[in-house]
């Protein structure tokens, strides 16, 4: 079955201008799907609009995610038409340093970023797509969420809340036949992770590519509930391993080489 039959006709990729979300629209316009991409920066979105608008319709919507009303907005802009997929990719890692050393407000926006936002879009298309029996649900997370992280505390404890809601999500949706997946991704070369100062030039250690994973992702929408990406996958027993005191300091010293700007 195409992507366009199982998960079409259009599909809402939040974070959809650029990096991950914007290798996602590209795909699935390839796909024939038609989107509803949303982002907070108006130029990238309509220079992706632009760029996609032959192939398929595309709706877009500008707005910072964590302003007042915005998942309502966003289900304002898809109101009159039938999502059958639902990407939540906007999520970042803004305010690496120390927890106590940010402002507190830093850490409670990541997590209505990561966790309060997706969760009322899953809330809201999941819904949707539990009635009509067909859909699907990709949730992009990161391997940051299987173990404390210091200087991004915060965020890998969001994205571990995004993984454990996933698995969840995907078990009661199962029977009604939406697909869920949290796709869990290793350092991967975006413009909003140069943004944060990552260090690109870490030897013995490749950035992954924004398209290639995000294939990845679609491949394995339909298998659910989990995927870590390739580069990844063979660190995954180093971090879910018992003792969780070395977990924490390797992460922390690969961490550090990654920000080292920071």
Wanted: a neutral charge; aromatic letters at 6%; charged letters at 20%.
């Amino acid at each position: 079955m195409s992507l366009r039959d199982r998960y079409g006709p259009w599909a809402v990729i939040s974070g959809g201008s650029e990096g991950v979300g914007a290798s996602f629209a590209r795909k699935l316009a390839d796909a024939g799907l038609n989107l509803i991409l949303v982002a907070r920066k108006p130029a990238p979105l309509e220079a992706l609009k632009t760029e996609l608008g032959g192939k398929v319709q595309i709706r877009t919507l500008a707005l910072d995610i964590l302003s007042p009303n915005a998942v309502a907005k966003i289900a304002d802009l898809a109101a009159d038409v039938q999502v059958g997929l639902l990407i939540c990719n906007a999520g970042s890692a803004t305010g690496i340093g120390d927890f106590l050393d940010k402002p507190l407000a830093a850490a409670q926006d990541i997590s209505r970023l990561n966790n309060d936002v997706p969760v009322a879009l899953c809330h809201h298309f999941g819904g949707l797509m539990r009635k009509e029996r067909r859909g699907g649900i990709l949730l992009v997370s990161s391997m940051a969420g299987y173990a404390g992280n210091p200087g991004f505390i915060a965020y890998a404890g969001a994205k571990a809340y995004m993984r454990i809601f996933a698995e969840g999500l995907w078990y009661e949706l199962k029977p009604y036949g939406v697909d869920v997946l949290c796709l869990s991704l290793s350092a991967t070369d975006t413009p909003a992770m140069r943004r944060e100062g990552m260090n690109a030039d870490v030897p013995g250690f490749s950035l992954d590519d924004a398209d290639s994973v995000a294939q990845q992702g679609l491949d394995h929408l339909a298998d659910g509930p989990g995927h870590v990406v390739e580069s990844a996958a063979a660190g995954l027993p180093f971090l879910t391993g018992p003792d969780r005191g070395q977990v924490v300091g390797g992460f922390a010293q690969a961490s550090r080489a990654l920000f080292a700007k920071n």
